[in-house]
């Protein structure tokens, strides 16, 4: 997990389409393949780690 600082990284933020913040994005070969936005409970990031490792 890397945390990127958006005012200091527009082009990457860019990139990635990020809209708001926080915003959390699961890269597969340098591409972002699922987001999970806004402020969330650890509750929900966990489920929502687990789900995509389902996935995998």
Known sequence: ??????DESP??????GVRGIPVLHLLRNGKSVE???GAQQAEAV???FRRLQAKS
């Open 11 to 16: 082009t990457l933020s860019g990139r990635f």
């Open 1 to 6: 997990m890397v945390q990127v600082n958006t």
């Open 35 to 37: 987001q999970l936005p």
């Open 46 to 48: 966990v489920s929502w």
